[in-house]
């Protein structure tokens, strides 16, 4: 006899934790970006997240199918809190800019869960909020689909992809983080012009650029290439 499937709102529990707390997914979620943030990725485990919310781990499967399933649902606050930031102005290309400029805060926010999720695909409701307000932005400026998709894939790459790799810095020790960033001028200036005459002569703006991320520079030209595109359809709207 096949066993009576038990409604999710049924498993859910409606007691408070021993910190007094009744639990949701947003409590979860919440809890996880703050165990993110102390332990980082390795220290997010059912027991840890258990013990900071005052429940026993078991529980969580009650809410999520696997830390992995936890994992996507991070990623989709991040998506959220960055959604809830911003607003449009009517410009399609200071909508995707500040669009994107809003995403790649919000993970850097959490550099922990960046570097957790930046690469996943969660299908979640907030996830998929921002990607259809992209490709609203994009179709609206009149781009014909196909290129309208290319830009949005090229754009959430853009986006995600600093994110990640923005964080992954941030999520490093300080001390690791100012060596790296010292290189710069520890090693890279001092190269000898004779062995590395282009590094040699830029090594002052290396120093004081490289620290630096490159994301907004890179947004902007890839906006410059929408904008580039919408000129070739001759009438598209302006920026």
Known sequence: MAKKVVPEEARRRRRPTRQGAVLSEELI??????????HGTAGLTARRLGTALGADPSTLYR???GMDDLARAVGDELMGRALNSWK?????RSDLRSLGLAVHASYLAHPHAAVLTASRVSGRTRE???????????????LPDMQAVR??????D?????AALDA????????????????????????PAATHPHIAATAPLLAARMPHSAYPVVLDSLLD????????????PGA
């Open 88 to 92: 449009p102005s009517g410009s399609w």
């Open 151 to 156: 830009f949005y894939h090229a754009f959430i």
């Open 225 to 236: 290439g929408v904008a580039a595109a919408l000129a070739a359809t001759g009438d598209g």
């Open 63 to 65: 809410y999520f199918s």
């Open 128 to 142: 998929i909020a921002v990607d259809e307000t992209i490709l609203g932005i994009l179709r609206g400026t009149g």
């Open 29 to 38: 979620v919440a809890t996880a970006l703050r165990v993110l943030r102390e």
């Open 168 to 191: 992954g810095s941030l999520a490093l020790s300080e001390e690791a983080r100012t060596a790296d960033e010292d290189m710069w001028r520890s090693t890279y200036a001092r190269l």
């Open 158 to 162: 853009l986006v995600l992809g600093f």
